[in-house]
C-alpha cells in the first residue's frame, strides 16, 4: 500500500516538475528579467526541450492516475480500510494535474497577462522604426522587449509581435532616438535586432 502511494506522489510530483521545467523558456527570462538579467541564453537552451518535457508530464500524470484509480488485487491487504494518506492521494493528483496544465500553458498566458501590445497607437508628428527580433522563443518574450523600448527617451509607443518577429515603434520626429540606441534597447531585453529592410 505504501508503495502505491509513493508512486502515484512520485508520478504527480514528476508531472508538475517536467511540466514547470518544459516553461522554463519563458519563466527563466521574466524572473532574470525582474533583477536585470538577461535570459535569453537559458531560454534558447529550453525552448527546444519543450515538446520531451510536456510529454513526460503526460506520461508522468497518467502513470499516477492509474496507480491512483486501479482496482486492488484481492487479497487479505487490499481488504484493510484505506488509510488517510491514501485517500488524500487522488486530490493531490488532481491539483498536480492543474498546476502542469498551468505550468504547460505559461508560455501563452504570460504574453497576454503581461501586456504585450502587438499594434501601434497613433499620434501626430511621428514616425514608425521596424526592427526585426532575433531570440524570441514565446508570447512571454515580447512584453520585455516592448518594455526596454518604452525606456528610451523620444519613444511614444511600441509593439512587438512573436509572430512575426518584429518591433515596431513610434518616435517623436523631434527628438527621435537613434536606431542604434533602439536596437540596444532590444539587446537590453536579452535579444538581437536589426531594422528592417524596405
Keep these: 500500500m505504501k508503495k502505491r502511494i509513493s ?3 512520485a508520478a504527480g510530483a514528476g508531472a508538475v516538475v517536467s511540466a514547470a521545467l518544459a516553461s522554463m523558456c519563458c519563466i527563466l527570462p521574466m524572473g532574470l528579467g525582474t533583477v536585470g538579467l538577461s535570459g535569453a541564453l537559458l531560454s534558447g537552451f529550453f525552448e527546444p526541450l519543450r515538446p520531451y518535457f510536456l510529454g513526460l508530464s503526460a ?18 491487504a487490499c481488504a484493510a480500510k484505506p488509510s488517510k494518506l491514501s485517500q488524500a492521494s487522488r486530490p493531490t493528483l488532481f491539483v498536480a494535474a492543474f498546476a502542469t ?4 500553458m505559461f508560455p501563452s498566458i ?6 504585450g501590445a502587438d499594434s501601434l497607437s497613433t499620434e ?25 523600448l518604452l525606456r528610451v527617451p523620444g519613444v ?13 515603434v ?15 534597447a532590444v539587446e537590453t531585453a536579452g535579444y538581437s535586432a536589426q531594422v528592417a529592410g524596405p
Design 170 to 184: 513610434r518616435v517623436r520626429e523631434e527628438q527621435a532616438p537613434t536606431e542604434r540606441r533602439l536596437i540596444e
Design 124 to 148: 501626430v508628428a511621428s514616425n514608425v522604426v521596424v526592427l526585426e527580433v532575433d531570440g524570441m522563443t514565446c508570447q512571454s518574450c515580447a512584453p520585455g522587449i516592448r518594455t526596454e
Design 7 to 9: 508512486s502515484e506522489k
Design 101 to 104: 496544465a498551468a505550468f504547460a
Design 110 to 115: 504570460a504574453g497576454l497577462a503581461s501586456g
Design 59 to 76: 506520461l508522468l500524470l497518467v502513470i499516477g492516475f492509474y496507480f491512483a484509480f486501479r482496482k486492488p488485487v484481492a487479497g487479505a
Design 156 to 168: 511614444i509607443d511600441a509593439a512587438v509581435s512573436y509572430e512575426r518577429k518584429v518591433a515596431e
